[in-house]
């Protein structure tokens, strides 16, 4: 219990403080207009989409419609409505691309059921002799751009783990196409090398740490 002395005191010590009435503060929107105003956030540039290679016209030489009768026939046994556009990139060499609805099926898991359409493709059109032999590409739904940056992506991060740990991973089975994608992706990397081992179809790329290559 407080002595009436010292109630006293500490009463007149409270009725002695100024209290500022409500009246005389700043209204908030007031007190908004006058804060700094913030510094406006530096927009991020729109991620660029990439350059889209043109292949020019659809070609119509002697191998290229062999591909297209070839394919057009397989598609129609696989019933397939997809349609066949055959392109020449360079002397010799065909790019195929197959357009349509739910071309998954023609995809197959990482892309088995497109490997095995365009080794029959092959074989189909360089069969009966050595002569003006070509070599074809079959693409769907961008397939193979998409699994060669997915490829690449899992190459420097494999690659990130062999120099951290200085241990070998062998990576899964691979065919020879995407077997080249993760050498190629690795062929100046520091303190890495690659190299295969196996027997196709298990044919497997092995990342390996080498301190001597600088």
Known sequence: MYAPEVLQKKESRANDKPRTERGDRPAREDRRENRAPRAERAERPAPQPKPIVDLGEECH?????????FLKGLLEHMDSAAEVKVYES??????VFLEG??????????????????QLTNYSINRGGESKRARV????????????????????????????????????PMN?????????????????TTFSIGTEPNRRVVVSYDRTKQ
Do not use: C, F, M, P
């Open 101 to 118: 609805e739910k071309l998954g099926a023609l995809i197959g898991r990482r892309g088995e059921t497109l490997d095995a359409i365009q």
């Open 90 to 95: 360079e002397k010799g060499r065909y790019k």
């Open 137 to 172: 590409q079959i693409d769907a739904e961008n397939y193979r751009e998409k699994r060669e940056e997915s490829l690449e992506r899992l190459a420097q991060k494999v690659a990130g783990k062999v120099v951290k740990y200085r241990r070998n991973v062998t990576l899964e």
């Open 61 to 69: 030489d002697e191998k290229s419609e062999q591909i297209r009768a």
């Open 176 to 192: 020879a196409y995407e077997r080249h994608v993760i050498h190629t992706a690795l062929q100046d990397t520091q303190y890495i």
